[in-house]
DNA sequence: CGTCTTTTTGAATACTGTCAATTTAAGTGG
DNA sequence: CCACTTAAATTGACAGTATTCAAAAAGACG
């Protein structure tokens, strides 16, 4: 059995720069991270972000918005491939997604690294530093992007002057550990089919509520992303993939997908998650 | 992800008794809970206990433990295979373990459920309701067991007087993010031999934390629940525990496990994650 | 003492992983 | 602009690990 041996597992994984199109890097993900980040110091208010509905503020009423307003923060632009934070380093700062998609990922002994999660527009990352005032995984963009970069120790002080806010901030990251409970049914209890259909569905219903079309859209993460955040190989993504093709639930052409057949697709997951 | 109905497909996951029937209440873990608690209303001041140096207070200076003492709860007494809350119950309390082991687990469609979690005193389960203002598990204690019940809005207010104190609590729910970030890594990139090597050594730290055997000790959950829990069958956990015996690594008798070589075990499951 | 559950073990099967080859898309540089 | 190089994705063949089905042994409990 392999208990020790079993090691080369795969060739070399440089990261990649991530999309089908990105002119814009050929740098390796690898750029040091600016945590005092100037860049852009643009004021920015989340009363009148677009984004308000689904980010920070979502479930605040008036007068707590007002001081929401009072957050200092600056927007950072992140090129494709380049990460916020790694893994280990001090944490200061949460993220908000503005713009583009990013990928939280934890590093194994070998080199690899396991993908945690995938964010987008409107969703908060590095709230798993808190815990031991180190952040806990890496976040790299998948493609051109912006964040707002919230600095933790502001944001508690503002915290502290409003009970409503302070929950807001206990509500998001318990929704982080009810977020992972169905990553962890999945990866515990479904098969390729269901974790690829259980995959497709949520990313569906999360740019669904981004104004995006819920059928068709373009994947911004490689098959071996995705294989790897659902634990299984790239090949067998692909497999998957030309499997939902055949069956008629999918039309797949690299990374643009179009359901075809929604119900069947949500019956393949639905089996095993309630 | 969320869902309604379930389909057939081609397998038959036929329903199972819900779970591994303790014997000690032949109540199937569905005794109706009791959030507004009367039972065991003794007054307990997290100060004096001797779980402080683990539990809730952990981390806390002489100061925020007075204020803390002001935390009013009561203590409850749960018989084995009952229920403390159930997953969608309204979210009220959170709870610390003070005696005995729980399960915490999520019900699939089909109506088998996954363990998520098991919980030894000092623990505190029950975070994750707090994004919904429902109980996102079901904690049910695998041995007659005792819990602090803390209402999470007594908390909050008492957070609220102590940025300290509820910087505690951050904490606390970001460490529950970090737990299952390495979970879902066990789930996503290990083998079997991986994930019982390292949930056997987990076990044996959190053991010696609390005082007792970190080499040999009594395991209070069934084949049935440490397979749900690292995503593998029953089964396959039997033979996994048979194969390590063969290697020299563990001493197995049904429960009772003698670690023997625990540098072999660690590199077992260290080969993977760092 | 009989019944029910848990655990172990065997044999066969199924699924996913591994290895390898090919195709397609895209970036690089002459 | 085209030839060259590199990466992503697809697909086939085969291997290996975990699951399924089945049966038996060992406890636990009334």
């Known amino acids: 059995m392999s208990a020790t041996a079993s090691m080369p597992r795969e060739r070399v994984f440089r990261l990649v720069p991530a999309t089908t199109a990105?002119?814009?890097?050929?740098?390796?993900?690898?750029?040091?991270?600016v945590e005092t980040s100037p860049v852009a110091p643009l004021k920015t208010s989340c009363s009148s972000c677009h984004l308000r509905e689904i980010c920070l503020p979502c479930g605040l009423a008036g007068n707590d918005i007002e001081r929401l307003d009072g957050l200092k923060f600056a927007r950072?632009?992140?090129?494709?491939?380049?990460?916020?934070?790694?893994?280990?380093?001090?944490?200061?700062?949460?993220?908000?997604?503005?713009?583009?998609?990013?990928?939280?990922?934890?590093?194994?002994?070998?080199?690899?690294?396991?993908?945690?999660?995938?964010?987008?527009?409107?969703?908060?990352?590095?709230?798993?530093?808190?815990?031991?005032?180190?952040?806990?995984?890496?976040?790299?963009?998948?493609?051109?992007?912006?964040?707002?970069?919230?600095?933790?120790?502001?944001?508690?002080?503002?915290?502290?002057?409003?009970?409503?806010?302070?929950?807001?901030?206990?509500?998001?990251?318990?929704?982080?550990?009810?977020?992972?409970?169905?990553?962890?049914?999945?990866?515990?209890?479904?098969?390729?089919?269901?974790?690829?259909?259980?995959?497709?569905?949520?990313?569906?219903?999360?740019?669904?509520?981004?104004?995006?079309?819920?059928?068709?859209?373009?994947l911004r993460m490689s098959r071996q992303e995705i294989g790897s955040y659902l634990g299984m190989k790239l090949e067998t993504v692909s497999r998957t993939f030309s499997a939902f093709q055949q069956q008629g639930l999918l039309e797949v052409d690299k990374r643009h997908i179009r359901i075809v057949d929604v119900p069947a697709m949500t019956r393949a997951f639905e089996l095993r998650v309630h």
Do not use: W
């Open 22 to 33: 990105p002119k814009a890097a050929t740098k390796t993900a690898t750029t040091a991270p």
């Open 76 to 218: 950072r632009r992140i090129a494709a491939g380049q990460a916020i934070y790694h893994e280990g380093e001090a944490f200061h700062f949460i993220y908000a997604v503005r713009m583009g998609t990013f990928k939280s990922s934890l590093v194994l002994a070998d080199g690899r690294d396991q993908v945690s999660g995938f964010h987008m527009a409107g969703e908060l990352m590095g709230l798993d530093g808190v815990a031991h005032g180190k952040h806990a995984s890496t976040a790299v963009a998948l493609e051109d992007a912006e964040v707002c970069a919230i600095p933790y120790s502001h944001l508690n002080e503002l915290a502290a002057t409003s009970s409503n806010l302070q929950h807001i901030v206990s509500r998001l990251m318990s929704r982080e550990i009810v977020r992972e409970h169905s990553l962890m049914l999945l990866l515990g209890s479904m098969n390729a089919e269901e974790r690829l259909a259980a995959f497709l569905l949520n990313l569906s219903q999360r740019l669904k509520a981004r104004g995006y079309s819920p059928t068709e859209f373009h």
